[in-house]
Every structure is written in structure tokens, then in C-alpha cells.
């Protein structure tokens, strides 16, 4: 006769086991299913520059902040070598004083009119006390200097001490710059980390080509330059290409934009300020129609700068990662100004 046994059921630590492995089976297919998509080396290439003009800006406000507070440091250090020597003009001042009231107490605290009486010869008396009001004319004056120099002084110690908060907020800006530099180039390293090493290595190789032959690839046409001086520094800037884009550095091997545009003008004889927020308001402003080699040009809100050097192209350092090159005014970005030196 056939068997009926009811089949063995599986065991509760089975089943629970069993539902825990297909739930996360299903999660983890839902997470693939919703996961975003790893990007491409077009897309992280993108991504990458826009960090690097984001950092690029920083620097350049972190350079202006660093100006600001080396000029600071000196009008400081001025305004406390004046209050020294105030001090000391002030210390003279006092001994002078305590010098003439000594003199007077010597003289002696009787009253005029009972030591003319007391007096064995009234005209020497008469002399002396002539003398005597000559001194305490004297004293007046003194003590109106003393007066003077130590009000001289209060105001002088205040701007040391406005001064001084300047600076206190200027290093706080500095540190905050600072940081958002390397915020912003930790997060491009980051997206660069996304790629594997040959995609990266076609990438720094291509970006390095495109540096060494941008110079042999643009027709930079035959425009004369606007004077001596534009065409001087445009000189002086191209004898930099290829060098490497570094935040920060004014040359003469490595340089960021402004630090180029700084350096160049300075090999033609002319200083200009640090960085792009001051460079703008040097020389006179021009028209885009206007531009002639050597001119500065400004893009992305002044926080890039380079030399126009002819045919639409400027010559530049532009961001982490690139190196001195030519480059075409239509790829750099979003143009605002030029000035003329």
C-alpha cells in the first residue's frame, strides 16, 4: 500500500534565511536599476574644468586678500615706527617741561609784589621777574606741545588699531579662500579618480599636446600692436609657453593667469598690480572691437585674464592641469572686458 507521509516543511530558520537572501537580491537589483550611470571621460572632462575656474577664482580673490594684507602689514608697521618716534618727541617734551617748572619752583613761591618789597636792589628784582614770565610763557608753549603730540599720538595708535582688525579680517579671508581652493580641486581629483589610469593618461596627454601645439595650430594674422609696451610684454609672455599652470605663481617657471600677465609687463618695464580684480581697473578700458596685441583680456566675471595676441586668440595660463599656451577666445569662456596698458 502506498505511502501518505506528509512531505518534511522546511525550518523557520530556512525560510527566514531564505527571505532575507531574496529580499536584498531584490534591493540590490533596484539599486543597480537606480544607480547613476559612472560618467564619461567627456562628461568628467567638463565637470573637471568648471572645478578648476571655480578654484581658479578662489586663488585670484586669495591673491588679492594676500595684497591686501602685505600692504596692510606695511602701513601698520609705518604707522607704528611714527607713534615710536612720537613717543620719544613726546618724552622730550615732558623732561622739557618738568625742566622749566623746576626752574620756576627755584625761583621761588613768594609773592611778586612782597619780594620787590623784601628785595636789597629792586631792579635786579625787576629783571628776575621779567625772566620769570618769560619762563612761564615758556612753560605754556611746552605744555601746549605736550598737549598737541599726545593727541597726535591717540589718533595714530587708533589707525594702528583700525589697521590692525583690517587685517585680522583680511587673514580670515585668506584661510577661507584658501579653502575653497582645495575644496574645489579635491572634488575635480575626486571625479578624476572616476576614470581609469588610461583614460586619465589620454586625457593629461592630450591636454598637454593641445599646450605644446596651440601655438604652431593658431594664425595669430599680422595686427599691429596698439605701442611698444603691449608688444613688449606679448613678447615676453610667449617665451613662457608651455611653462605649467600653478595657482599662485608669478613666474618665471610657472605661473597662474594673472601671475603671466603680471610677469609679462613687468619684462617690458611696467608693474602692474597681482590679480585680476585689480588689473581690470589699470590702464583704459576698451572695446572688444578695439583689441590689439598685448592688450589684457578678462573672462568668467574677472576672474581669468590673459594676453590678446591677435586673430581672436589670447595667450594664457589657464587652470590646474594646463600648461602657457594660445588659445581661441571663443573656448575659454564667457568674455567681459579688455584694457589697454
Same mark, same amino acid.
Given at each position: 500500500?502506498?505511502?501518505?507521509?506528509?512531505?518534511?516543511?522546511?525550518?523557520?530558520?530556512?525560510?527566514?534565511?531564505?527571505?532575507?537572501?531574496?529580499?536584498?537580491?531584490?534591493?540590490?537589483?533596484?539599486?543597480?536599476?537606480?544607480?547613476?550611470?559612472?560618467?564619461?571621460?567627456?562628461?568628467?572632462?567638463?565637470?573637471?574644468?568648471?572645478?578648476?575656474?571655480?578654484?581658479?577664482?578662489?586663488?585670484?580673490?586669495?591673491?588679492?586678500?594676500?595684497?591686501?594684507?602685505?600692504? +596692510?602689514?606695511?602701513?601698520?608697521?609705518?604707522? &607704528?615706527? $611714527?607713534? *615710536?618716534?612720537? !613717543?620719544?618727541? #613726546? =618724552? %622730550? @617734551?615732558?623732561?622739557?617741561?618738568?625742566?622749566?617748572?623746576?626752574?620756576?619752583?627755584?625761583?621761588?613761591?613768594?609773592?611778586?609784589?612782597?619780594?620787590?618789597?623784601?628785595?636789597?636792589?629792586?631792579?635786579?628784582?625787576?629783571?628776575?621777574?621779567?625772566?620769570?614770565?618769560?619762563?612761564?610763557?615758556?612753560?605754556?608753549?611746552?605744555?601746549?606741545?605736550?598737549?598737541?603730540?599726545?593727541?597726535?599720538?591717540?589718533?595714530?595708535?587708533?589707525?594702528?588699531?583700525?589697521?590692525?582688525?583690517?587685517?585680522?579680517?583680511?587673514?580670515?579671508? +585668506?584661510?577661507?579662500?584658501?579653502?575653497?581652493? &582645495?575644496? $574645489?580641486? *579635491?572634488?575635480? !581629483?575626486?571625479? #578624476? =579618480? %572616476? @576614470?581609469?589610469?588610461?583614460?586619465?593618461?589620454?586625457?593629461?596627454?592630450?591636454?598637454?599636446?593641445?599646450?605644446?601645439?596651440?601655438?604652431?595650430?593658431?594664425?595669430?594674422?599680422?595686427?599691429?600692436?596698439?605701442?611698444?609696451?603691449?608688444?613688449?610684454?606679448?613678447?615676453?609672455?610667449?617665451?613662457?609657453?608651455?611653462?605649467?599652470?600653478?595657482?599662485?605663481?608669478?613666474?618665471?617657471?610657472?605661473?597662474?593667469?594673472?601671475?603671466?600677465?603680471?610677469?609679462?609687463?613687468?619684462?617690458?618695464?611696467?608693474?602692474?598690480?597681482?590679480?585680476?580684480?585689480?588689473?581690470?581697473?589699470?590702464?583704459?578700458?576698451?572695446?572688444?572691437?578695439?583689441?590689439?596685441?598685448?592688450?589684457?583680456?578678462?573672462?568668467?566675471?574677472?576672474?581669468?585674464?590673459?594676453?590678446?595676441?591677435?586673430?581672436?586668440?589670447?595667450?594664457?595660463?589657464?587652470?590646474?592641469?594646463?600648461?602657457?599656451?594660445?588659445?581661441?577666445?571663443?573656448?575659454?569662456?564667457?568674455?567681459?572686458?579688455?584694457?589697454?596698458?
Amino acid at each position: 500500500m502506498a505511502s501518505h507521509r506528509r512531505p518534511k516543511q522546511p525550518s523557520r530558520t530556512r525560510v527566514t534565511v531564505l527571505t532575507a537572501t531574496a529580499a536584498a537580491a531584490v534591493a540590490l537589483t533596484s539599486q543597480a536599476a537606480h544607480a547613476d550611470p559612472k560618467p564619461t571621460k567627456s562628461e568628467v572632462k567638463t565637470k573637471v574644468d568648471k572645478l578648476y575656474h571655480e578654484a581658479e577664482e578662489a586663488t585670484e580673490q586669495h591673491s588679492l586678500a594676500k595684497e591686501k594684507q602685505e600692504k +596692510l602689514q606695511k602701513q601698520i608697521g609705518a604707522i &607704528q615706527d $611714527k607713534v *615710536a618716534r612720537g !613717543q620719544q618727541e #613726546l =618724552n %622730550t @617734551l615732558r623732561s622739557g617741561l618738568g625742566s622749566l617748572a623746576a626752574a620756576q619752583y627755584r625761583s621761588g613761591g613768594i609773592d611778586p609784589s612782597v619780594q620787590l618789597f623784601l628785595a636789597s636792589d629792586p631792579d635786579s628784582f625787576l629783571d628776575q621777574a621779567s625772566a620769570l614770565d618769560q619762563l612761564t610763557g615758556k612753560q605754556a608753549e611746552s605744555l601746549a606741545k605736550v598737549q598737541e603730540k599726545q593727541r597726535a599720538l591717540a589718533q595714530e595708535r587708533k589707525e594702528a588699531q583700525d589697521k590692525l582688525s583690517d587685517l585680522a579680517d583680511v587673514r580670515k579671508t +585668506l584661510a577661507e579662500k584658501k579653502q575653497k581652493q &582645495q575644496t $574645489k580641486l *579635491a572634488e575635480a !581629483q575626486k571625479l #578624476l =579618480n %572616476t @576614470l581609469t589610469a588610461a583614460e586619465r593618461t589620454k586625457m593629461r596627454e592630450s591636454e598637454q599636446r593641445a599646450s605644446r601645439s596651440a601655438g604652431e595650430r593658431v594664425d595669430l594674422g599680422n595686427e599691429a600692436p596698439a605701442s611698444a609696451l603691449g608688444a613688449a610684454a606679448l613678447q615676453a609672455a610667449s617665451t613662457r609657453e608651455g611653462l605649467p599652470y600653478v595657482r599662485s605663481a608669478t613666474g618665471p617657471g610657472s605661473f597662474d593667469c594673472s601671475g603671466l600677465t603680471q610677469w609679462a609687463y613687468a619684462q617690458a618695464g611696467a608693474n602692474i598690480t597681482r590679480t585680476t580684480y585689480t588689473q581690470i581697473n589699470q590702464g583704459t578700458q576698451i572695446a572688444r572691437s578695439q583689441l590689439k596685441p598685448g592688450d589684457l583680456v578678462f573672462f568668467n566675471n574677472t576672474s581669468h585674464v590673459g594676453l590678446y595676441a591677435g586673430n581672436n586668440t589670447v595667450l594664457h595660463a589657464p587652470y590646474p592641469g594646463a600648461y602657457v599656451r594660445y588659445e581661441s577666445m571663443s573656448t575659454i569662456g564667457s568674455y567681459q572686458t579688455a584694457v589697454r596698458i
